[in-house]
């Protein structure tokens, strides 16, 4: 399969290229790195990077930004960070992408632990996690062609404790292994509207 | 109790208003219509809403507008509307009208069966609704003072089948009585975090 994989140099996005690439031909996509680079808060650059991929056979998402603040610090304007990025980015992504993707091609965007379980400042990550996952469920049924989208909501990663461990005290981190694997099942699989957990 | 209802003449707000309304003081908003008028999209509106109630026990929005329409017809623009009418709205409501509750006062926001269970023509709603219930969990460990937070998850109500019923084919409709019960679970109930469904 052609797979486009966007975020591909982040730690999600390394463990599902460790995952696919041994299979698939991948292009990787980042914000400064990679085969095409992406601000996927711009849906101008979203329509020139499939403009310039072509049809593919899957789209994987895993970036976009949140802001982390105690919620009496979160501001109107910081939420619109995740709203814009996180959550429009990669709903733009599954919107645009359509129809470059093959009949039966896939949409995989990504969630996060954060939201199905309260982490003190991870308010507008809960807000934008829900969003996507209600997304997903609701796209899934309208999509044509055979087309799937699910949605991968991995936990804290094993990689990322050195950084973000303080946030998650008491989570049990996931090994890159496992993430990969939930990407997989959405991408190789049969599913949609499916929200697979790593936990 | 000193309780403020958002969208109190809707047919949610209606609902709300007839279970609370005889045993509490209610100040009625709406967007045309009540004791104050508010457009909730507006956090200018919100500001200048509860400087001018003051101090209160409780709020309660049921309000907020969301863009219906085929997948394959929702632009990015039109998912702004539920992004900054349902969702922002009923958010800065949330964090705006924190300083304006007496300690232990409670916030209830208005989600939807829509999201949970995916309808034709949902998928802004859906994103919307798992947004709210996604940040009720995440603000309400925050919150200070006592305050607390939870969102209702009406089913389509009985009193809605005329209108919307042709997009719930199936659904079993939820009386308004039910309805008006979960609001109560919340403001008058102990817990903060939860999503209470009607079904």
Do not use: W
């Not at 991948?26 to 403009?51: M, N, P, W």
């Not at 992408?97 to 969630?111: A, K, N």
């Not at 379980?117 to 969003?131: L, Q, T, Y």
């Amino acid at each position: 399969m052609k797979l486009i994989i966007i975020g591909a140099n982040g730690t999600v996005g390394s463990a599902i290229n460790n995952e696919l690439g041994s299979r698939h031909d991948i292009i990787c996509v980042g914000k400064t790195s990679g085969d095409i680079q992406l601000d996927i808060s711009d849906s101008a650059q979203i329509r020139a990077l499939f403009a310039r991929t072509g049809k593919v056979d899957g789209v994987v998402v895993a970036a976009g930004s949140v802001h982390f603040a105690a919620l009496n610090n979160i501001e109107e304007q910081h939420f619109h960070i995740g709203l814009n990025s996180k959550l429009m980015g990669q709903v733009n992504v599954a919107q645009i992408g359509q129809p470059y993707l093959h009949d039966g091609g896939s949409i995989t965007l990504t969630s996060g632990v954060v939201g199905e379980a309260p982490i003190r400042h991870g308010a507008s990550a809960a807000m934008v996690n829900g969003a996507l996952e209600g997304f997903v469920r609701g796209a899934a049924i309208e999509l044509p062609r055979s087309l799937r989208i699910n949605i991968v909501s991995p936990g804290l990663l094993e990689e990322s404790v050195a950084a973000l461990g303080s946030f998650f005290y008491g989570f049990e981190a996931v090994s890159a292994k496992r993430v990969g694997l939930a990407y997989a099942r959405s991408v190789e699989g049969a599913q949609t509207g499916q929200v697979y957990t790593v936990r």
